[in-house]
């Protein structure tokens, strides 16, 4: 039993002055990873004349975004900045997220069909 006291290591914690297990700090960590994620959507299809302020456009109706991270193709610099086709967009709360989902999904925005989803676990 000494051991399993010795184990669950105690760690001060900046913000609040107190204390927190090191347990308790490692399920707080993953709750906020998990809003995190839940805040995030993946938008794929997306025609390539479309950038990321049109993307902001469509999708500022559901909620304050964050941010929105167009994956951009370097590989051919005869073609000139593209983007790959897909963006994550990052809501500040995850019911925004979930709104931008059920609304968008399939919704033509440049003449092609958006395919919106969670992003899968980074």
Known sequence: E???DRA???VSTQSTGGTKSLSEQQQQQQRDRAISLMCRVYVGSIH???NEEDLRKAFAPF???KGVDLSWDNSNPNKGRTHKGYAFLEYNVPESAQLALDQMNGVMLGGKPLKCARPSME
């Open 48 to 50: 390539y004349d479309l």
């Open 2 to 4: 000494g051991r399993n």
């Open 8 to 10: 669950q290591a105690v």
């Open 63 to 65: 909620g304050p975004i």
